[in-house]
């Protein structure tokens, strides 16, 4: 069957997809309790939308379509405390973080829906090590020459948005080294990494997605893990590199910012991307999730060698004018405190030295994503 065309969106509006963590108070364990608060969600409207993830110890919230920071944040803050009041009748705890620190893949339960327990079956134990939690952004386009257009020009800005986000120290009850570990678990996946090279939608959609389901590999868009994939069904872009952060005001922050530079991207005043950008993008990556903001990166166009810092905050405030119209400055102002101060994995780290626990690392967060610290 054919790749749907590419609907037709209103450019820069944009939308979050946010995976939390459901943690038991006894113990600061995951605990398979989405069927339960799915339940009890589901007895009056939601302010956004809600909806299990693979594993019954995770679920997922949806923002409506946004085209301001302010609007996008005040429905994630509804949709915080909506979930935290129901969180606290089933005496449980939500919380963001990329990992959750000292979980058993072997104990995670598949929620029961026919495309997880597909997915299950494929990758074995890859699905319920796949209990992790990332941040999805969508950034709306007018059509899908310029969505690959965008999809690979930012392909050089995906470093920032991992330093930023990162929020996963800590796996299996040790300190990983990474500021971003939980990629490492959608790198096993044989359909992440990058897309294919092609700015024409035409050749993507008739060429290579043509081809990758005649080979019987993919069905749909779903079957790709890239890091930027486009979605032809809601005529956007989505981007699928961030850690959860561990507030709702980072996620929209992030949003925001990637919200600017779609916006200064599509002026097409940079040189346009090529294939020979890749050359560095899993180094840059890399350099990204182990290190976070005291990583260095290799620009793909000079291959000069840049700190990941300082090159977010040039990049910051090369996006003022473009986040100013959209409604996007607080945001980047935020964004530029955290590229000062340090993200969310630097935070659980001072966490665990406190607590002395990783069990304390996960009431940080608890308490962190409640807006309480």
Same mark, same amino acid.
């Given at each position: 069957? !054919?790749?749907?065309?590419?609907?037709?969106?209103?450019?820069?509006?944009?939308?979050?997809?946010?995976?939390?963590?459901?943690?038991?108070?006894?113990?600061? *364990?995951?605990?398979?309790?989405?069927?339960?608060?799915?339940?009890?969600?589901?007895?009056?409207?939601?302010?956004?939308?809600?909806?299990?993830?693979?594993?019954?110890?995770?679920? /997922?919230?949806?923002?409506? $379509?946004?085209?301001?920071?302010?609007?996008?944040?005040?429905?994630?803050?509804?949709?915080?405390?909506?979930?935290? =009041?129901?969180?606290? %009748?089933?005496?449980?705890?939500?919380?963001?973080?990329?990992?959750?620190?000292? %979980?058993?893949?072997?104990?995670?339960?598949?929620?029961?829906?026919?495309?997880?327990?597909?997915?299950?079956?494929?990758?074995? +134990?890859?699905?319920? =090590?796949?209990?992790?939690?990332?941040?999805?952004?969508?950034?709306?386009?007018?059509?899908?020459?310029?969505?690959?257009?965008?999809?690979?020009?930012?392909?050089? +800005?995906?470093?920032?948005?991992?330093?930023?986000?990162?929020?996963?120290?800590?796996?299996?009850?040790? *300190?990983?080294?990474?500021?971003?570990?939980?990629?490492?678990?959608?790198?096993?996946?044989?359909?992440?990494?990058?897309?294919?090279?092609?700015?024409?939608?035409?050749?993507?959609?008739?060429?290579?997605?043509?081809?990758? /389901?005649?080979?019987?590999?993919?069905?749909?868009?779903?079957?790709? +893990?890239? &890091?930027?994939?486009?979605?032809?069904?809601?005529?956007?872009? /989505?981007?699928? $590199?961030?850690?959860?952060?561990?507030? $709702?005001?980072? !996620? !929209?922050?992030?949003?925001?910012?990637?919200?600017?530079?779609?916006?200064? @991207?599509?002026?097409?005043?940079?040189?346009?991307? !090529?294939? &020979?950008? +890749?050359?560095?993008?899993?180094?840059?990556?890399? %350099?990204?999730?182990?290190?976070? @903001?005291?990583?260095?990166?290799?620009?793909?166009?000079?291959?000069?060698?840049?700190?990941?810092?300082?090159?977010?905050?040039?990049?910051?405030?090369?996006?003022?004018?473009?986040?100013?119209?959209?409604?996007?400055?607080?945001?980047?102002?935020?964004?530029?405190?955290?590229?000062?101060?340090?993200?969310?994995? =630097?935070?659980?780290?001072?966490?665990?030295?406190?607590?002395?626990?990783?069990?304390?690392?996960?009431?940080?967060? $608890? %308490?962190?994503?409640?807006?309480?610290?």
């Amino acid at each position: 069957m !054919a790749l749907e065309p590419f609907k037709t969106s209103t450019p820069l509006t944009m939308g979050v997809e946010l995976e939390l963590q459901l943690v038991s108070f006894s113990d600061y *364990d995951l605990t398979a309790s989405s069927p339960d608060l799915l339940h009890l969600l589901a007895r009056k409207p939601f302010p956004g939308h809600v909806t299990p993830e693979i594993t019954e110890s995770m679920i /997922e919230i949806n923002s409506d $379509v946004h085209t301001r920071h302010s609007e996008l944040l005040a429905q994630l803050l509804e949709v915080r405390d909506t979930l935290v =009041q129901a969180a606290e %009748q089933l005496n449980i705890g939500i919380c963001g973080g990329g990992t959750h620190p000292f %979980q058993k893949w072997v104990e995670r339960r598949i929620f029961e829906k026919p495309r997880f327990k597909e997915v299950s079956a494929l990758y074995g +134990y890859l699905a319920k =090590q796949f209990t992790v939690f990332g941040q999805h952004v969508h950034i709306g386009t007018g059509n899908g020459d310029d969505a690959l257009y965008l999809l690979h020009s930012l392909s050089r +800005y995906l470093p920032h948005f991992i330093a930023l986000s990162a929020s996963s120290p800590f796996v299996q009850g040790g *300190d990983t080294l990474f500021n971003s570990a939980r990629l490492n678990s959608v790198f096993a996946f044989p359909m992440s990494g990058r897309a294919p090279f092609t700015l024409s939608w035409d050749d993507f959609a008739n060429g290579y997605f043509a081809k990758m /389901e005649s080979t019987g590999v993919i069905k749909s868009m779903k079957d790709f +893990y890239w &890091d930027l994939r486009p979605k032809p069904e809601y005529g956007t872009i /989505e981007l699928r $590199v961030c850690d959860t952060p561990l507030t $709702v005001e980072r !996620a !929209a922050a992030l949003a925001a910012y990637l919200q600017a530079l779609c916006a200064y @991207l599509l002026e097409r005043k940079e040189a346009p991307p !090529a294939e &020979d950008d +890749y050359l560095v993008y899993n180094y840059n990556r890399f %350099q990204a999730c182990r290190f976070g @903001l005291d990583g260095t990166i290799v620009h793909p166009k000079t291959y000069e060698t840049l700190s990941l810092r300082e090159d977010i905050l040039t990049t910051l405030r090369r996006m003022d004018p473009y986040a100013e119209k959209l409604g996007g400055s607080a945001a980047l102002n935020h964004l530029t405190q955290v590229t000062h101060m340090g993200s969310d994995a =630097q935070y659980l780290r001072d966490q665990f030295a406190v607590a002395g626990s990783v069990e304390g690392v996960v009431d940080a967060a $608890v %308490q962190r994503f409640r807006g309480r610290r």
